[in-house]
């Protein structure tokens, strides 16, 4: 999300030439998610749920900055689609399997391929915006 926000900070109109962000406030967020499970006793499943929140955020700074390739951007909202299939599927594995969805192959197989053809979509946007970049004249980049 951090990453998205200074892309479109730095497309914004209102500021000329946009500040880095400090390694100081990003070096600690690491530490801190590995710490939180230990210090707060939240459950996984809760930090999957609050998750997305700032996933939207990512891609809401990400789709105004309008400077992500198309393909990238469809393949980013495509893990909501995958996101979106996973839970009524680990609900099912739970329920009709008694079991993980990580234990039930087929289901898991069938979810984890949205999150590959996400993977996919977002390397081939990227690798289009490279090979689309690098054929503008220098005086357009």
């Known amino acids: 999300?951090?990453?998205?926000?200074?892309?479109?900070?730095s497309t914004s109109a209102t500021t000329t030439e946009p500040k880095p962000l400090s390694l100081n406030v990003l070096l600690p967020l690491p530490v801190l998610l590995l710490l939180l499970p230990s210090v707060f006793p939240i459950a996984k499943e809760t930090l999957?749920?609050?998750s997305l929140f700032p996933y939207l955020g990512f891609l809401w700074f990400l789709t105004r900055s309008k400077q992500t390739p198309r393909l990238a951007l469809i393949g980013f909202y495509a893990l909501l689609v995958f996101v979106a299939?996973?839970?009524?599927?680990g609900i099912y594995a739970?329920?009709?399997?008694?079991?993980?969805?990580?234990?039930?192959?087929w289901?898991?197989?069938?979810?984890?391929?949205?999150?590959?053809?996400?993977n996919i979509l977002v390397v081939?946007?990227?690798?289009?915006?490279?090979?689309?970049?690098?054929?503008?004249p220098a005086s357009q980049i």
């Open 124 to 136: 081939l946007g990227f690798r289009q915006g490279l090979i689309d970049r690098r054929s503008l």
């Open 107 to 118: 289901l898991h197989g069938g979810a984890e391929s949205l999150l590959t053809l996400s």
């Open 94 to 105: 739970k329920t009709a399997y008694g079991a993980n969805l990580a234990d039930v192959d």
């Open 85 to 89: 299939v996973t839970i009524p599927a």
């Open 48 to 50: 999957f749920a609050a």
């Open 1 to 9: 999300m951090a990453a998205a926000w200074w892309i479109w900070r």
